[in-house]
């Protein structure tokens, strides 16, 4: 069956004024997909925060105690803050340092055991996708590298080969860094070139084992869905992973402030279907998403496709309209809203 991991952790916390995750992303997700019908209770679980332990599969004791440390006192010591980069212009230590990540994680994590025992093969976490985080520190908005640790659990608890997939505008440098050298692993990542972490040129491979598909800027919907059919498509399927995590953050799409990729949802969608196609058991992430009415739409879109629906001729349901309506995006973007934002789930007719 397909499901969607969520919790009420992701309505009403954020990273705090000015930073460009302080954009609701998760919830409006689900209640547009409670609105259009497309989720029933039984495709939905709420999850908890990971424990100590669960995190510790990929970070670090100190690392961890740190993120509950600055939970609890709103503040950390000079020491930790410079080795852990918690408390920095990119990673500020909010409300829910500990329990937003952690939750996100467990969501990754539970997916991971779901695929392995095959109660479900096809889950979708909307507040995963934090591919940056490293084992004992932050790293560019990534407190906890959920990737990672669904990566980490696959690997460990099966004998399986496994795909990591990653269309986000910014390189995976956590999740490339620690997984490309492995046997049973492969990594492919579609991304602008020369953009932040500036990881992840063509023809690095990692560890041996990582594909990079930089793209220039203004690359569009052919030129990523041209890179997938001819460069990833043929080896993904001669590789033949047993497992597919797709980390499917929503910035490469045209109006996000983020990056300087333009993608449409159209060609958003198309991507994320030719790898749903495979009807192989697959993790779908979230990930980057700077324009809250782009992501929302997006991610909606593909908890669709994941049900089979068709977002791209999909109109928003009176209810759906109001979540995006209640929107709020303090980017000069957000300052005239164009009627399509909330009116539809797809861009062009
Ligand atoms: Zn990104």
């Not at 004791?61 to 939970?71: G, P, Q, T």
């Not at 390189?171 to 046997?183: E, I, K, M, R």
Request: aromatic share 10%.
């Amino acid at each position: 069956m397909t499901l969607l991991l969520g919790s009420d952790i992701f309505r009403g916390s954020g990273y705090g004024p000015g930073h460009p995750l302080n954009i609701p992303r998760v919830w409006p997700v689900i209640d547009i997909c409670r609105a259009q019908g497309w989720l029933p209770n039984i495709n939905f679980e709420v999850v908890p925060p990971a424990t100590v332990e669960e995190l510790g599969c990929f970070h670090t004791k100190a690392y961890i105690y740190a993120l509950l440390d600055a939970e609890r006192y709103q503040v950390l010591d000079k020491k930790r803050s410079k080795r852990h980069k918690i408390g920095t212009h990119s990673n500020p230590i909010y409300p829910e340092i500990y329990r937003r990540p952690a939750t996100a994680a467990k969501a990754s994590l539970k997916a991971a055991h779901y695929l392995i025992s095959g109660v479900h093969n096809s889950v979708f976490n909307p507040s995963g996708g934090t591919h940056h985080g490293l084992p004992d520190a932050a790293n560019g908005f990534c407190f906890v590298n959920d990737p990672a640790i669904a990566l980490t659990t696959l690997y460990k608890n099966t004998n399986n080969k496994i795909a990591y997939i990653d269309i986000d505008a910014h390189h995976p440098d956590g999740v490339q860094a620690h997984f490309s050298h492995l046997q049973r692993m492969i990594l492919f990542s579609i991304h602008e070139e020369d953009r932040w972490p500036r990881t992840g040129k063509k023809g690095d491979k990692g560890g041996g084992n990582a594909h990079n598909y930089p793209l220039p800027r203004g690359s569009n919907d052919t030129d990523l869905n041209e890179t997938i059919t001819n460069d990833i498509l043929p080896l993904l399927t001669d590789y033949g992973p047993d497992f597919i995590v797709l980390q499917a953050g929503a910035d490469g799409l045209e109006e996000d402030p983020q990056s300087g990729l333009c993608y449409s949802n159209h060609g958003y969608w198309s991507a994320v279907s030719a790898f749903l196609d495979l009807k192989i058991p697959i993790l779908v992430l979230g990930g980057g998403g700077y324009n809250p009415f782009t992501t929302a739409r997006a991610w909606a879109g593909v908890w669709g496709l994941m049900i089979g629906k068709n977002p791209h001729n999909t109109e928003c349901v009176p209810e759906s309209r109001s979540v995006l309506e209640s929107l709020h995006f303090p980017h000069r973007l957000g300052r005239n809203i164009p009627e399509r934002w909330v009116s539809r789930l797809y861009d062009r007719n």
